[in-house]
T-cell receptor, first 113, second 109 residues
Framework: DAGVIQSPRHEVTEMGQEVTLRCKPI?????LFWYRQTMMRGLELLIY????????DSGMPEDRFSAKMPNASFSTLKIQPSEPRDSAVYFC???????????FGSGTRLTVV | SQQGEEDPQALSIQEGENATMNCSYK?????LQWYRQNSGRGLVHLIL?????REKHSGRLRVTLDTSKKSSSLLITASRAADTASYFC?????????FGGGTRLMVKP
């Protein structure tokens, strides 16, 4: 298995533009998580899905952020419109129930200028 | 919000020495996990210890959990320069994993 795959690896965009981050979880994993990492706030859970259904989105900063999981092999995190304070590394992770921990992707480094 | 808090925030040791990192948390948990992150990379799962376990080993790693004190420790024995990374504890409750701020470990050759 290639692991959790995120794209793009890097994204530079202008303030006000729409940004879409993509994630392909490990096949067979039934939970998917989106995290954001910054120096100031560390790793924050934004939203997680179980069996493609959003379970907890209380970490989503505001209405500019939305996430979808249309099927078991794909999820997106969208920011519209983007702002400079959204600059961070966004990680996707997947897991299979409560076994063996989470598998993280390599992250998307987002810079909003 | 961060559930776990690591101590120390940074640790510098010589190759061959042991490295100990501590983690404290606030609420009841299902399990506690330790992750490693190399600079610019994603997090890698190291070890998971369940709430009814007290100690677990994996290679050069030893993890302890004291639920009465709501604390855990990660010991890396015979450290190597390649162990240089940030180490995070994470607590799982209700299928949600909450991370601490991490310990930056530097192992000097």
């Amino acid at each position: 298995d290639a692991g959790v795959i995120q794209s793009p690896r890097h994204e530079v965009t202008e303030m006000g533009q729409e940004v879409t981050l993509r994630c392909k979880p490990i096949s067979g994993h039934n939970s998917l998580f989106w995290y954001r990492q910054t120096m100031m706030r560390g790793l924050e859970l934004l939203i997680y899905f179980n069996n493609n259904v959003p379970i907890d989105d209380s970490g989503m900063p505001e209405d500019r952020f939305s996430a979808k999981m249309p099927n078991a092999s794909f999820s997106t995190l969208k920011i519209q419109p983007s702002e400079p304070r959204d600059s961070a590394v966004y990680f996707c992770a997947s897991s299979q129930s409560h076994r063996d921990g989470y598998t993280f992707g390599s992250g998307t480094r987002l810079t909003v200028v | 919000s961060q559930q776990g808090e690591e101590d120390p925030q940074a640790l510098s040791i010589q190759e061959g020495e042991n490295a100990t990192m501590n983690c404290s948390y606030k609420t009841s948990i299902n399990n506690l996990q330790w992750y490693r992150q190399n600079s610019g990379r994603g997090l890698v799962h190291l070890i998971l210890i369940r709430s009814n376990e007290r100690e677990k080993h994996s290679g050069r790693l030893r993890v302890t959990l004291d639920t009465s004190k709501k604390s855990s420790s990660l010991l890396i024995t015979a450290s190597r320069a390649a162990d240089t990374a940030s180490y995070f504890c994470a607590t799982e409750a209700g299928n949600m994993l909450t991370f601490g701020g991490g310990t930056r470990l530097m192992v000097k050759p």
